[in-house]
T-cell receptor
Framework: DQQVKQNSPSLSVQEGRISILNCDYTNSMFDYFLWYKKYPAEGPTFLISISSIKDKNEDGRFTVFLNKSAKHLSLHIVPSQPGDSAVYFCAAPYYNQGGKLIFGQGTELSVKP | NAGVTQTPKFRILKIGQSMTLQCTQDMNHNYMYWYRQDPGMGLKLIYYSVGAGITDKGEVPNGYNVSRSTTEDFPLRLELAAPSQTSVYFC????????????FGPGTRLTVL
């Protein structure tokens, strides 16, 4: 049972354009979401988060939108840069097990110069 | 601060061998986690710990053991390695369970032949 889903395994965008990465979830108990970025041969690094009391959170070029009724969140990167090329994971903490993170499968973003 | 460190970076094991993956964090975090990531998949929780002396199973604990004798260290033990344990292993830590990001180590790539 995949409680957090990223249905696009890959995304390619041109430098300077907007990247939109999508994530869907099924568990209505989730109330906090995180995006992680992962480069090859490195561990995931935290990028941005959003609480369910908000529908938007912004940090520089990165904005996360949350649509609770649709159980959908998206990460917008504007403008996209070649250094943004990485795998992006959305995740939600599951509080009954020490706050373990339930991860989506990841979306590999490629930003072309 | 070194953050979360893991050793070794790479290891090849033969079926039936055992080994310990080391994880250390210097952020004085109470919560520590072990995840594994299989190709094309998100990370799945193996074991977690909410403090020294306290450990509990995650989603995929079979074939693994952990201990937490200090706040800093959280080693993962593989007994009787099997090809199904070929994966990339990530250790993570966080300050607490609610609304806190997890910090990840660089990972250990394990191959069992």
């Amino acid at each position: 049972d995949q409680q957090v889903k990223q249905n696009s395994p890959s995304l390619s965008v041109q430098e300077g354009r907007i990247s939109i990465l999508n994530c869907d979830y099924t568990n209505s108990m989730f109330d906090y979401f995180l995006w992680y970025k992962k480069y090859p041969a490195e561990g995931p690094t935290f990028l941005i988060s959003i609480s369910s009391i908000k529908d938007k959170n912004e940090d520089g070029r990165f904005t996360v939108f949350l649509n609770k009724s649709a159980k959908h969140l998206s990460l917008h990167i504007v403008p996209s840069q070649p250094g943004d090329s990485a795998v992006y994971f959305c995740a939600a903490p599951y509080y009954n097990q020490g706050g373990k993170l339930i991860f989506g499968q990841g979306t590999e973003l490629s930003v072309k110069p | 601060n070194a953050g979360v460190t893991q050793t070794p970076k790479f290891r090849i094991l033969k079926i039936g061998q055992s080994m310990t993956l080391q994880c250390t964090q210097d952020m004085n975090h109470n919560y520590m986690y072990w995840y594994r990531q299989d190709p094309g998949m998100g990370l799945k929780l193996i074991y977690y710990s909410v403090g020294a002396g306290i450990t509990d199973k995650g989603e995929v604990p079979n074939g693994y053991n952990v201990s937490r004798s200090t706040t800093e260290d959280f080693p993962l033990r593989l007994e009787l390695a099997a090809p199904s344990q070929t994966s990339v292993y990530f250790c993570a830590s966080s300050y607490g369970e609610f609304g806190n990001e997890q910090f990840f180590g660089p990972g250990t790539r394990l191959t069992v032949l």
